[in-house]
């Protein structure tokens, strides 16, 4: 038995058979630096997955932070500290007005979870509506409206699920202003279904880029319509920005290419790059009305390490240009993928906006059916040849890239030769 192997059994003894894995063949990381990965053999992967190192794995600057911070003080939140408060103040800054404090968490799960108790008590309601393929976390009340694979669970009567406008598929001769009213008329149903029941809604929970539902074309409207409907019934707008925030769209934040300023927003995976750090987003008077009613704290939301490293990113995003590179690096794979879509006919649709892309695979058919098995034949592929993806969507036909934030042309080059190699030994 090969030593992976082995490693494979011992963690399957201790973590469970069934804690994720990426790939049929695991891969033994051990080093990163930049967007590169080593495995225990040595041999180097190019990461095109992974928005957690947001900018960079193990970058030097916030590297150095963490190691400074933790040897000077760490200590729960309950005491004055001044990298605390001033990662806050710098944080809240990138808002806009009125989205001027924070409280600060350790995952985005325990950040929607959170946002979401903010809003059924400002709201006075109960009532929750998500994408019908969505995931903000594993809480059990956000486990129960889980969306985009099997739970436990059962979907709960205070909550309703809506499908979010796809324009490449659901097109069919209509504008955008038409397009936009019939799936935000689902938003206005479910409130309806929902005051039918009893239940006042008090949010609707997205991501702007609603990424779990395959990164479909940004459809002007959409987001504002569903908004004004669901703040004209009395509830509140909670953006996730777990994937789309921190510059990863070539914008700080994502809901900035809709118009719309929620009303709450949520952040976590990026936010420290690696060290557990998320949090929620909202006007003074709410987390100060909602703190006094709750008297909540968290004990290691937002120590004196955990806000070392989120200033070190905020940093390093600003010192290296990286929102700028997101659009430039971007739009340049982006033209790559456009040609390998005229190349390979089972490219059926080019997504992506800043330093997230998708590529829709799909069976040369009426119906453009996708090409799930394809897909991860594809994501396989990439992964045997140094190159590691993932998929995404209803149907996992859409394979997911999503780089730190450093990915440059010369990585984009890389990347589009493996794929174009990949889609071409389908």
Sequence with gaps: MSSDQTLLERRYRVLGRNAPLFYERPVHLVKGQGVWLTDADGREYLDVYNNVPHVGHCHPHVVEAIARQAATLNIHTRYLHETVVAYAE??????????????????????????LRMARYRSGGEGIIVSDFSYHGNSETLAAVTTCFP??????RFARKVAIPDPWRDRQGRSDEELADQFAAQVEAAVRSLEAD?????????????????????????????????????????????????????????????????DIVTLGKPMGNGHPIAGVVAPTDLIDSFGLAATYFNTFGGNPVSAAAGMAVLDVLENEQLLENANSVGDYVQQGLDRLADKHAIVGNVRGRGLFFGLELVHDDAG???????????????????????????????????????????????????????????
């Design 151 to 156: 739970v436990p669970e059962p979907f709960p």
């Design 198 to 262: 009893g239940i006042k809604v008090a949010a609707l929970l997205i991501d702007t880029l609603f990424a779990n539902e395959g990164l479909p074309a940004p459809l002007l409207g959409y987001v504002a319509k569903a908004a004004a409907i669901v703040r004209a019934a009395g509830g509140l707008f909670i953006c996730d920005e777990v994937q789309a925030g921190f510059g990863r769209t070539g914008m700080m934040w994502g809901h900035q290419a809709t118009g719309v300023t929620p």
């Design 90 to 115: 710098r944080l809240t800054a990138t808002f806009a007005p009125g989205l001027d404090s924070v409280a600060l968490t350790c995952s985005g799960t325990e950040a929607n979870e959170l946002a």
């Design 368 to 426: 453009r059916s996708p090409a799930t098995k394809e897909t991860k034949r594809v994501m396989n592929l990439m992964r045997e040849n140094g190159v590691l993806i993932s998929r995404i969507g209803r149907h996992d036909n859409i394979l997911k890239m999503r780089p730190p934030m450093v990915f440059a042309r010369t990585h984009a080059d890389h990347l589009l030769a493996v794929l174009d190699d990949a889609l071409g030994a389908l």
